[in-house]
Structure formats: C-alpha cells, structure tokens
C-alpha cells in the first residue's frame, strides 16, 4: 500500500528529512546512528531542533519497516526505545553543561562526583515503547552533598534544576513538533513530590510510604540515561528497588491490590467511553486489551519473583516464555498470550501511525478504520478487511479476558448463599454452633484469638482476612474426623504466622491450599507445629507434592540461585544461609506431605530425609569453603561421614546429625585450614536465620570423642580405628562404624573411609568377649533411659528397636571377618536377612525380627507425627507380637543370660 494514502502524518513530514535518512543505511537505525543524526543535525540548529527532527524521520523510518515491510514489533520497539534513550542522553548532558558553568560539578561527601540516573519505566523500561508514546521518566541521584563551583547548590537543587530543564526540551510543543511527551508522576508522592530524589529518599519511601500498585510500576524501571555508567547505575537502584518490588515469600496481597486497580482502570475507561463515545473501542485499557495481558505477566511475576528470580523481566514477551519455562504458564497458553499481544501492538500503531496521535482507540470513521485493516494486511478475498480484522480483534479480546479473568479471579469460591460474611471472632463462634462441631477447644482458642496481641496489631484488612480465612477453615475442618481439634490447630498457625499479613492473603486466595493445610492439621501435631516455625512452607501447598525427592534437582536448584545471586552482586554467607533453608524447608515440607497423604511408608520417608540431609550439606560444604578468607587449594581434600541415623539412612523429622570430619592433605597449614573449614560448615548448618534452621550437629563420635580435635586426618583415624597405636578405639566405636557412610566431600576420600571402615568391620574378634561388650553398653544405654511408667517406649525398652540394633551390630562385628557381605551398610531389616540366609541366625528369626523392626519404626514414626516429642509411648498389648520376635533375636544372638538390659523394666 501506499503510505501517503495510508498516513496523513506521513503524507504531511514525506520528503522533510531525507538529509538525516541518508545518515542512515536500511532498515531501523540503531542507538549509535541515531546519536550520531542528533549531534550532526544540532551543529547546525541547535538541541531542541536536532532531537524533534530526528524524532520525526525516525517515524517515517519505522512507518516505512513496520508497514510495508513488516519488521517484527520487537525491532520497531527498541527503535522507538533508543531514540527516547538517546534524546534523554543528549538533554541531560547539555542542561549539565549549562548548570556546571555556574555551580561547578555536584560532590558527595568524599569528593566523588555525584550522579543524575534516569529511570525508564513502564514500556520505555521494558524496551517495548509506543510509536507515538508518552515517556514515564523518574530522576534519581545517588548521593547527598555541594556542587564545587563558584555558585554551589545542594546536590538536590542542582539536580532540581537539571530536571526543570530537561522536560522541556524534551516535551515542548515547537514549529517542528515534540520529542516525547513526559510524564514525571510515578515519582515518590506523584504531582506532589519534590521533581528528584536521592537513592536514600527513595528507599526510605519505599519502606514508609510505597504502595502495592507502585510495585507493578517499578518492576519495570531501568536506568535509561548515560550508556557508559548504566551498568553501575542500575546496579545502585536495583539495590533500592528490587527489596520493593519482590517479596521473598508468595505474595498473594498483590492479587487484591490489582484487583483494585483493575477495576479503577475499566472504571475510569468506562467514564471515557461515556463521554466520548468514538473512544469506547480501546485496545489498551478495554476488556481483553493490552493491558489485561501485562497485568497478568506481572502479577504472576510479583507474586512469584521474589522466589523464582528465573522469571524476572521487565520485557512482556520474555516474561512470557520465562513464565512457561517455569511452569506458571502452559506454553500454548504463553505463545497464544504472546500472539494476542503482537496482534494487539501491531494494530495499536497502525492506529497511532494515521496522525503521530497518542490513543489506543480504533478510530470511528469508516475511512480510518478500511486503511487501518489495510495496513495489518486483511485482505481475504471473501470478506472486507475491515470485518476481517473487527472478526479477529474480538476473538483475541476474547481470549485474552478469559485468561485474565481466570488468573485473578479463580481463587475465589463460589457463593454459597447470600449470608453475610463474618466481621466479627463473636460472628465465627455462631458459625461453630451451626457447622456441628463441639468439644469447646476451638470455642476456647477463638475467645484467646480475640484478646490476642497479633490480632489487634494486625491491619483492618488483615484482621478481615483473617476472619475470612477461619471462616472457610470452620466449614473445612466440619468434615474433618476431629473438627473441634483440627479448627483450634488451625487457629493456633494462624495466629502464629500472621505477623506477615500476606500468609493471611494467601490461604484467602488459594482455597485449595487452606484445604490442604487442614488436611494435615487433621493429621498430624508435628506438623502444625512445624508449620507455625516456618511458615514460608505454606507455599508449597498450592500444587500437591506427588513427584519423590530427588537430589540431584535439589543441589542444582540451590546452585542455580546462587548464580543468580552472584550475577546480580548480592552474593554473601547470609545469602547462601537462606537459600539453603529455603530449599531444605520446602524439600522436606514435600516429604511431609507425601508421608501424610500416604504416598511413602516409613522407610523411603527415611531415605528422602537422609538423601536431603546429603545434598544440604554437599552444598553448605562447598559454599564454606568458597566463603574461607584463606585457601591453600582449589578443592579440599575433606569429607563428612555420617553415623547414626543419617549414617543408616534411617532419619527422621527433626532428627539431629552425627558426623565426623576427615581430611587427606599433607600441606603445612592443612589442620589450620580444615579446622577453621569444619567449625564454618558446623554454622553453615546450625544458624538459625529468618529463613528458618536445620540441624542440631553433634560430633561427638569423632576419634576420642570431645577431648578429640573437631576434624582429624585420615591415617590418623585409620591408625585409631585398627589399633595400631596406644590410642584405640573402643568396641562401641566400632558398634557405632557398622552405621556409618561418607556423605559429602571429596569422593576419593570416601571412597578411602569406605575402604577402612570395611577392614576394620571385618577384622577378626573373640565372639564371646564381644557380645560381653555389646551387652555391657546395652545395660548402660538402658539405665540413661528408665521407663518407670505401664506404657511401651517403643525405642529403649526391652524388646525395643535398640535391642534390634545392639543385636544387628554384634552380628556384623563378629562375623564380618568370615562374611564381608555383612559390612554393606543396607540397614538393619536387610542385614537381618541376611544374617538368617547366612545361618547366623536360626529359622525365622531373623525375617521375623525384621518384620517387627519395621513394625515398630512405624509406629514410631506415627507417635512422632501426632506430636511425641520424646520418648514413643504405647499400650504394651499392641506390640505383644514384635517384642517377642525382637526378645528371640537378642536370645539368639546373646544367649538368655545377655538377654535383657537388666535396668530396664521387663
């Protein structure tokens, strides 16, 4: 088509700018192009001139790529984009060379000079701008103090100053037209705030006074002025916003605030539709328009981002595909989003193209609109292209607010009646009455809520939602088998975790995900507890955990957000702390809630557990010793064994960790730097942070245990193991061996411990004198542990799961030397086994051991989850059967006279 029949801006400026067209070679002029047009045009007329004729070929430029030779709209954007770039650049530097003239350069406090930084924001911050597009521009400086010259100002003045010059020149209607339209008014405080702030007004903004809706605003802000310090400058700012904009934790809050702001926004184009009716048809504001689809790739970014930093992008079609990547969107979900907005984009300046005119609206003239349909090439044969392109703008609005509508609202429940919501902890104890559930627990942990701190400090909105979220919590937990207790357990986490009010948004978005959370209140003690400690699991709620753990995933996770980290410079020990508990928290919270929606039986709760407790600390040793002031090498030659319950992979929630630390290096400073590498790795894994704990560390089985050194070399520890020196270990050291492994570290070192644990398992012993021992250490555990009441302990008592372990440990220590299979560390039910097949063991016995062993690790593990914090306790009739298998497996093993630990009760 022709352009001067298509355009009559085109028609009016054709010819104008050939001398700046022949600047530039074909197609769209990039950045330095069009700086290089502005300072040759303003040799000869002048800034203000230079930028508004060159403003104006570009126009034609991209009139020219865009409709006749459809150049994709990311190309025609960044083109738009380093014009405002370049022309921001060029306005400031000249309003600075007037100023400096007079008052000399803005100094900080040590003399540096202070910076002017430009933030971009919205399209122009996403490299998506309008043709005919107004600019949102905030000025930032980055440090308080004088100008150097004869006339000094305050920094704030001489920057004042410098942006009261720069707008104009920018935006001033003259003979040849505007550069952009500027719009200043996402500033701190709007119209009303002062036209530049520092980096410190702004953060402390942030922190008083910054609304939800801002946070939208800003995710898209980037430093848009000087190319060469724009690295450092967006470094500095994103310092200040990026603590704004993204919340380390879900934050479903946002979904209310844009609520609020959506409906402002179809408000406020409704009242323009109204009074001016040629402007009703508006793709950027309208239903299904632009903005609908920006608004969903920013909320779910908001939302999100502070713990997927993977999806971060100010750009909306990159948004979109990192949002499919992670999962947040289906991909052809996210490519039709993507079509919708090109077509959306593409028509909306073909729209501005007619007069260079800021509007989003399809024109009403039916000449208009033929051209336009035109232009976005709808010429099927059949029908006019006019009715072709209405036929395909509707069914992109279409599906663009079925999508939109879907993502902000599908978290609402539908209405169940007309009754008036609860306003009131009175209102919710009426509602206990009609929903049948009685007992007075709940009743009573309602009446403490109301007298409670963390309720009256909670917001008007807070406290709403809260008494939003007990009130679904009431009708949930009435189908629950203990509603009374389930509902009083979800009162209790509730008031627990309400300091962040965004937890209460949360469960008052995400129906399904209250549900779930009753759901394991009803089952389990241990983990409402657990919940209330670390509350930022709650996330992990939204979607069910079906998939097994895997470690492998977990460690390349945390290495990914330590990437991440490192590459945006916010890198440190406290950092690496965090993101390992996070990842821990959320790992094991999975694990919890497979185990208690019966997709795991005990022993793979074990194995993920153990497994996970592998990867963490894989992980926190590697970053420890990257976080060591002082290395001598690359790698260290270190490894961590576990023993006990993580050595046996037998390891339960809230479990502490045996380990031992070992090193192979024959370097001077070797047992300076392995110290100082263990002690590190103890507090890698032991400080507690507001990203929660993991593991009480004991290394107390180290070589002569605590008068012993915290890390010791590995021949020293194989000359202690074997006895070749005055310093030996004891038997119950070599019981304790039979359930150790190397867990992480170096593998060549691992694979050296595996190496001697398995010579000294198998080195031959007296079997009478051994069992001696091994029954000695018995009696002695069992008088640490009296059990003077009528209930079972399921652990220490006779016929318990220790005698399973004192027996399963003599076998291996005195038949090893004649049956190395036994050295395997493949735990206690498989070395049972074996131990029979073997004809260690008489008939039956051993199987019959091991069915009670996993019996009572069950039931164990059940106590556990319901809350017992000690000692497992149960009626002794409900494991008659396991304590006689486990009473013939030490008789067998000991003979009656070692039997039973005599302190104990029978």
Not at 175 to 180: E, M
Not at 645 to 661: I, P, Q, S, T
Not at 859 to 878: I, N, S
Request: glycine fraction near 8%; proline fraction near 4%; hydrophobic fraction near 45%.
């Amino acid at each position: 088509m022709q352009l001067d029949a298509f355009s009559r801006y085109y028609r009016r400026q054709a010819g104008r700018f050939d001398d700046i067209h022949a600047l530039w070679g074909v197609g769209i002029p990039d950045r330095n192009a069009i700086d290089a047009a502005v300072q040759q045009v303003q040799a000869a007329s002048g800034l203000a001139c230079a930028l508004r004729r060159v403003r104006n070929a570009l126009m034609l430029r991209l009139m020219e790529c865009d409709v006749l030779h459809e150049a994709p709209l990311t190309q025609v954007c960044h083109g738009i984009g380093c014009m405002a770039e370049s022309a921001i650049a060029a306005a400031l530097e000249h309003a600075e060379a007037e100023l400096r003239e007079r008052h000399g350069v803005p100094r900080a406090g040590d003399g540096s000079a202070a910076q002017l930084m430009v933030a971009g924001m919205g399209k122009l911050g996403g490299d998506e701008l309008n043709v005919s597009s107004d600019i949102d521009l905030v000025f930032v400086f980055d440090q308080d103090g004088h100008t150097d010259g004869a006339h000094p100002l305050s920094n704030f003045d001489y920057f004042a100053q410098v942006v009261r010059r720069v707008v104009p020149l920018l935006s001033d209607l003259t003979a040849d037209g505007f550069v952009f339209r500027v719009d200043t008014r996402l500033r701190p405080n709007g119209d009303s705030g002062p036209p530049v702030v520092s980096l410190a007004m702004l953060e402390e903004y942030f922190q008083v006074q910054g609304r939800e809706w801002e946070r939208f605003a800003w995710l898209k802000s980037r430093v848009v002025s000087a190319q060469d310090a724009a690295q450092t400058q967006q470094a500095a700012l994103d310092a200040v916003v990026e603590p704004f904009v993204w919340r380390r934790y879900l934050d479903f809050a946002m979904l209310e605030a844009l609520r609020g702001v959506h409906r402002q926004i179809r408000q406020e184009a409704a009242r323009r539709a109204s009074a001016r009716p040629e402007r009703a048809n508006d793709l950027k504001l309208g239903r299904g328009g632009i903005r609908e689809i920006e608004f969903i790739v920013q909320l779910l970014q908001v939302v999100r981002g502070g713990r997927m930093p993977q999806i971060r992008d100010r750009n909306t079609l990159r948004s979109l595909e990192r949002l499919a990547e992670a999962g947040l969107l289906q991909p052809e979900q996210a490519q039709r989003l993507a079509q919708s907005y090109e077509f959306l984009r593409r028509l909306e300046h073909r729209i501005q193209y007619l007069d260079d005119a800021q509007t989003h609206c399809l024109p009403a003239e039916d000449g208009d609109l033929e051209r336009i349909a035109q232009a976005c090439r709808m010429l099927q044969a059949s029908t006019r292209p006019v009715c072709s392109l209405l036929r395909e703008l509707d069914a992109v609005r279409e599906y663009v607010a079925g999508e939109f509508d879907a993502l902000l609202h599908s978290s609402q429940p539908r209405c169940v009646g007309c009754r008036k919501p609860a306003d009131s902890i009175e209102a919710l104890q009426h509602l206990l009455t009609a929903a049948g559930i009685e007992g007075g627990q709940s009743a009573g942990r309602l009446r403490a809520l109301a007298q409670s701190a963390r309720y009256a400090a909670l917001s008007d909105v807070g406290r709403t939602r809260m008494l939003r979220v007990i009130e679904r919590g009431i009708g949930i937990a009435s189908q629950q088998a203990q509603p009374d207790l389930v509902l009083a357990r979800l009162v209790d986490v509730l008031e627990a975790i309400c300091r962040r009010e965004t937890y209460l948004a949360f469960f008052a978005e995400q129906a399904q995900a209250l549900a779930r959370l009753v759901g394991l209140l009803g089952a389990s003690s241990w983990a409402a507890d657990y919940v209330k400690r670390n509350p930022m699991v709650v996330d992990e709620l939204i979607v069910p955990a079906l998939e097994r753990f895997s470690a492998p995933a977990c460690r390349d996770e945390c290495e990914r957000q330590r990437a991440r980290a490192l590459q945006r410079g916010s890198w440190d020990a406290g950092e690496g702390l965090d993101v390992l508990r996070r990842a821990f928290h959320a790992e094991l919270f999975r694990i919890l809630v497979r185990d208690l929606g019966g997709r795991l039986h005990v022993e793979q709760v074990a194995d993920e557990l153990s497994e996970l407790a592998d990867a963490v600390i894989d992980r926190a040793l590697a970053w420890a010793w990257d976080d060591l002031p002082r290395r001598h090498r690359e790698q260290p030659a270190f490894a961590v064994v576990a023993y006990g319950k993580l050595g046996g992979k037998e390891l339960g929630y809230g479990a502490d960790l045996d380990v031992v630390f070992l090193y192979d290096d024959e370097a001077p400073e070797a047992p300076e730097r392995y110290g100082a590498l263990a002690r590190k790795l103890v507090w890698w894994l032991t400080a507690a942070t507001p990203a929660g704990g993991l593991f009480d560390i004991d290394t107390r089985l180290r070589p002569n245990g605590n008068a012993g050194l915290l890390v010791t070399s590995l021949d020293a520890f194989e000359e202690y193991q074997l006895g070749r020196g005055g310093n030996t270990a004891w038997t119950w050291e070599h019981q304790a061996l039979t359930r150790a492994r190397f867990c992480a570290g170096d593998a060549r070192l691992g694979a050296r411990f595996e190496a001697i644990r398995a010579q000294v398992l198998g080195t031959p012993r007296d079997g009478a004198a051994l069992r001696a021992e091994v029954a000695a250490m018995r009696r002695r555990v069992a008088e640490g542990h009296p059990n003077r009441g009528v209930l079972f302990d399921l652990k220490h008592d006779p016929g318990g799961m220790v005698d399973v372990e004192f027996a399963v440990q003599a076998l291996v220590l005195e038949h090893a030397c004649a049956f190395p299979q036994l050295v395997a560390n493949v735990g206690n039910i498989a070395l049972l086994r074996l131990a029979e097949q073997l004809g260690l063991l008489p008939t039956r016995v051993g199987r019959l051991a091991a069915v009670a062993y996993r019996r009572l690790r069950r039931l164990q593990h059940a106590e556990r989850l319901r809350g017992a914090e000690q000692a497992a306790l149960v009626e002794p009739a409900r494991v008659a059967r396991e304590r006689a298998a486990v009473q013939a497996l030490t008789h067998a093993v000991f003979g009656r006279d070692e039997s039973a630990p005599r302190a104990a009760r029978l």
